[in-house]
């Protein structure tokens, strides 16, 4: 247990995904902020540690078949099944819980003004997250692909793509946590996605999607940033 409390969050996310239900209980970012040890989270949100240890080894004890373990994934591999996992939910559902939100804001605004705010926060987001799709997919994956082939090969790299990678690194996490941010922004607003009496279902299903949603960009930015991103700044 010791040694689990001076792990990063992310590392144990990686080793066993199921313990992410875990720190999602505690409102502990384990994706943008998963560099962080489990020891320094406790502390910052004021958390017994030795509790979050025990729900932890109950998690990993749990019967039944573990999550994939995406850490041993080829580069390539793992990057194909975040665009054909993540990247296909966000572009089936992004546009839809748009125009839910847009709607119960026109219904809704005058007496939950906050749904207001989330449209347009949802908005902004679903803008940002169309080109950071286009990034990874057009510049940043295509560049770990030929790397990974080359170092497999045995054969030089190409300079151009070390370069873009670099480049596509830095502005990915940036953007990332912007994108974090506004996520956790919508969750405040929509007070846990807790719906009011007097909501139509329309509401309700907003509120669900936008649930999913988050939950779903967890997942993918973990996968992203504690294991294809280090991984590939590797190469």
Not at 188 to 196: N, S
């Amino acid at each position: 247990m010791n040694e689990t409390v001076n792990r990063t969050i992310g590392e144990i996310v990686v080793a066993d995904f199921r313990t992410a239900r875990v720190f999602e209980k505690y409102r502990i970012d384990f994706c943008c902020g998963g560099k962080i040890t489990l020891a320094a989270a406790c502390r910052e949100k004021g958390i017994d540690a030795a509790v979050l240890l025990r729900e932890i080894e109950a998690v990993r004890s749990e019967p039944g078949e573990r999550s994939p373990n995406y850490g041993a994934w080829d580069l390539s591999f793992l990057a194909d099944y975040i665009v054909n996992t993540h990247h296909a939910w966000l572009r089936e559902n992004m546009e839809k819980i748009s125009a839910y939100a847009h709607k119960i804001a026109g219904v809704h605004g005058t007496h939950h003004p906050e749904v207001i705010q989330i449209s347009e926060i949802f908005d902004r987001i679903a803008t940002d997250m169309m080109l950071h799709l286009r990034a990874e997919e057009e510049e940043f994956f295509p560049a770990i692909k030929r790397l990974e082939a080359a170092r497999k090969a045995g054969t030089a790299q190409d300079a151009q793509d070390s370069a873009a990678l670099r480049e596509c690194l830095a502005n990915l996490h940036h953007e990332h946590d912007e994108i974090g941010t506004a996520v956790h922004t919508i969750r405040d607003l929509a007070r846990e996605y807790a719906v009011p009496g007097d909501a139509c279902t329309t509401y309700a299903l907003t509120y669900r999607l936008l649930k999913e949603f988050e939950d779903d960009l967890h997942k993918h930015v973990h996968l992203e940033n504690n294991i294809l991103f280090p991984k590939a700044a590797e190469l």
